[in-house]
């Protein structure tokens, strides 16, 4: 199941609960979702001050033979940092991992214009049809050329795959 509001619980779960044993099987039902933003939940907890937790992570990922490298850049997708944010987008474009898709375009309604377009251009990269939906929206409500522009040219790619 990849429901959002049951990953948002689980993370929450992961940041808030006392009982670390909580947290670890909070940790095993983000990773059976095999989905970015568990990832991204797991790759958080990577750093949890429970011994069990950091354990329950590791297997979790390997349980999935999930792709190490993607959580500390979805990790970075949540940064209060713009530059990191942009860089975390351009770098999951390269990586060319279908997961990441729900996580960048949680980033096309982020606060800063140049992730905006980051998180645009690498959907286009990943060829993810899930995107165009969010992609018209966010075309709709903004007028700035330069995202228009990555908008129009990740539809265009989007619309050719099949």
Not at 52 to 66: H, I, L, M, P, T
Request: proline fraction near 4%; charge should be positive.
């Amino acid at each position: 199941m990849n429901n959002p509001d049951k990953i948002d619980a689980l993370a929450k779960i992961l940041q808030t609960h006392p009982d670390a044993i909580e947290r670890a099987r909070a940790v095993s039902e983000l990773g059976a979702m095999r989905n970015g933003r568990a990832y991204e939940a797991l790759g958080i907890a990577m750093h949890d001050n429970s011994t069990e937790v950091r354990q329950a992570v590791v297997r979790a990922f390997e349980k999935v033979g999930a792709n190490w490298v993607l959580a500390p850049i979805l990790i970075r997708l949540r940064s209060n940092d713009p530059g990191a944010r942009m860089v975390a987008c351009r770098e999951l474009a390269r990586h060319e991992d279908r997961e990441a898709v729900l996580p960048l375009i949680d980033r096309l309604n982020d606060s800063n214009l140049e992730v905006r377009i980051a998180a645009a251009f690498a959907l286009g990269q990943l060829g993810d049809r899930r995107a165009i939906e969010p992609l018209l929206q966010l075309r709709r409500g903004n007028w700035n050329p330069a995202l228009r522009n990555t908008i129009d040219r990740t539809l265009v790619q989007l619309r050719k795959r099949k």
